[in-house]
């Protein structure tokens, strides 16, 4: 392992040596300076190049001096939403939103909102460019799964060069940039078209090619962030302004470390939470915790779980095993709708070092969240647990995230607000890790009299497996109701049939004994 990265670390180096000797003195009139400072500056964009062009430094400075020239060209680090027309973001052609399977961003292409017109196209392509350079700079250079909605086009929406354009981007200019490209219901009529695709992206980019129908789509997006047509729930629907982004922001209340005001006010608020909801709600926040960690937790532990306490919660979730810190819940943060009433969620951090380790959350919803402590440390082998709690009248949302990053610090620095606040502006991006949870609402049905009569008597809720058992038994005491139904029927018109023989016979009888008489 070490002796790859002294192997990086050479080619790295010789990348710049070479591009400044072999390049620069040339062309230094046709690259932006802001992108030759960070050629020296930034090692891993160098190494995105090196692996992108396999590691070949011809061919790597091929790619640097083709990317620079079009970056300054399309004026690329100039780029933002005031400099580009406002039209082009209301088309809601191209935009980011939401994660594939493995976590990578999602690119969208709605080709249906994609007109062919060579006087804008110098604009739609600039307009490729802002995204993907907003999104390398924010989440620096993570990878991207491009999906091309191809649902709903035709003839019209044909426009080879603007595919070329987006591929080119991919290929040439954003090195290690794309995982993928999902192709949605492409029209028989374009197959043609894409033969031509897959010549530009040359034989190691083929394989990301993923044609795809409403029946296998979820392959590599699940459900809850492929719209409706695509077969999903994602309740999503593009509209501008604002800039559709899933950004992580601070969230509001952001605190320091935690004092024992602090957890003296958060036990006051979730005191006089449960008091405001009454020994109802009580119950129904029990029923619904119970809810929530079916699918996490043992029976056994689930048996344990008799009062809403945040510690307990510690048992019931799964976690994520992280080098520097464990988190539980592992993946999602689980609230009520309105109707429940579960508004608080506990994220656990475990400190698996031998260091202290600072970290901070965030959200892509701050307006709606309080987090305490949403920027803190956490001393070597202990847990601190985080609360998140809805603010004011706001319901939770499936496409709600919030975003843990960590750090270790050294033992001589200090844990305070200032101290924090500087060692996040130093700390590199390299040493920092993140872990992304999602929130899950769970809905709940207006609970009926029979409910509310329950849960005033504790008895516990049923799950999911305890309602198909007794759906199964009443399932089978009906169809055994139904056969003898069936029984007493055959019965009665066997009953009713040998009645009407015997009544038959007799009136026979009757008939032969007054002809003989007569």
């Known amino acids: 392992m070490a002796e ?18 072999e390049y620069l003195p040339d062309k230094s009139d046709k690259y932006d300076s802001r992108d030759v400072e960070r050629l020296q500056q930034d090692d891993k964009w160098v190494e995105n190049y090196l692996i992108w062009r396999h590691d070949v430094v011809d061919d790597t400075l091929k790619m640097i001096d083709e990317s ?52 804008q196209q110098l604009e739609k392509k600039k307009l490729v460019a802002f995204w993907l350079e907003h999104y390398a700079k924010r989440d620096h250079g993570k990878p991207l799964t491009v999906v091309f909605d191809m649902a709903e086009t035709g003839i019209s929406h044909i426009d080879l060069d603007f595919v070329r354009f987006i591929v080119n981007c991919f290929t040439d200019y954003y090195p290690n940039f794309l995982t993928k490209i999902v192709i949605f219901e492409m029209p028989w009529i374009m197959n043609a078209a894409f033969k031509i ?100 937790i043992s029976k056994s532990e689930e048996t344990d779980k008799t009062e809403f306490k945040p510690k307990n919660a510690k048992k019931a979730l799964t976690t994520f095993k992280g080098p520097l810190l464990h988190i539980s819940p592992a993946e999602e943060l689980y609230f009520g709708s309105k109707e429940t009433g579960e ?55 499936l496409q709600d995230r919030f975003l843990i990053m960590a750090a270790e ?12 606040t500087q060692f996040w502006k ?32 504790n008895i516990p809720a049923k799950t999911n497996e305890d309602l198909h058992i007794q759906l199964t038994r ?26 009407l023989l015997s009544v038959t016979v007799v009136a026979f009888c009757f008939y032969l004994v007054y002809t003989q008489r007569s």
């Open 426 to 457: 130093e700390v590199p991006r390299t040493k920092v890790m993140e872990h992304r949870l999602r929130c899950h609402v769970v809905e709940s049905s207006k609970p009926s009299s029979l409910t509310l009569k329950e849960n005033a008597f």
């Open 197 to 296: 695709v897959k010549g530009w992206l040359g034989p190691d980019a083929i394989s990301m090619l993923k044609f795809t129908n409403k029946s296998d789509v979820q392959e590599y997006i699940s459900g809850e962030y492929l719209p409706p047509h695509m077969g999903g729930t994602d309740s999503f629907k593009y509209s501008y302004p604002p800039l559709v982004d899933d950004d992580f922001q601070t969230p509001l209340c952001e605190n320091g470390p935690i004092t024992s005001e602090d957890e003296h006010e958060s036990k006051e608020e979730i005191d006089a939470d449960t008091k405001e909801t009454g020994e109802l709600n009580e119950e129904q926040n029990l029923n619904q915790k119970k809810m929530n960690s079916v699918e996490q």
């Open 4 to 21: 790859q990265r002294q192997e990086k670390a050479a080619l790295i180096s010789e990348t710049r040596r070479r591009f400044e000797a």
């Open 68 to 119: 620079f020239q079009w970056r300054k060209e399309y004026t690329v680090n100039d780029l933002t939403e005031s400099v580009l027309p406002k039209w082009l973001f209301e088309t809601g052609a191209l935009f980011l939103h939401g994660y594939d399977k493995e976590g990578y961003k999602l690119f969208w292409f709605r080709v249906k909102h994609h007109v062919r017109d060579p006087k």
């Open 409 to 420: 610090m050294d033992q001589s620095s200090g844990a305070g607000i200032p101290e924090l």
């Open 343 to 397: 508004k608080k969620c506990l994220i656990v951090l475990t400190n698996v070092t031998k260091n202290i380790v600072a970290f901070k959350v965030r959200t892509t919803a701050p307006e709606k969240y309080r987090v305490k402590p949403s920027n803190s440390s956490c001393e070597p082998g202990t847990s601190l647990d985080i609360i998140v709690s809805l603010h004011g009248g706001f319901a939770a949302s």
């Open 474 to 499: 009443l399932l089978q005491i009906n169809k055994r109701l139904q056969e003898q139904i069936d029984r007493c029927l055959w019965f009665q018109q066997l009953s009713a049939v040998l009645s």
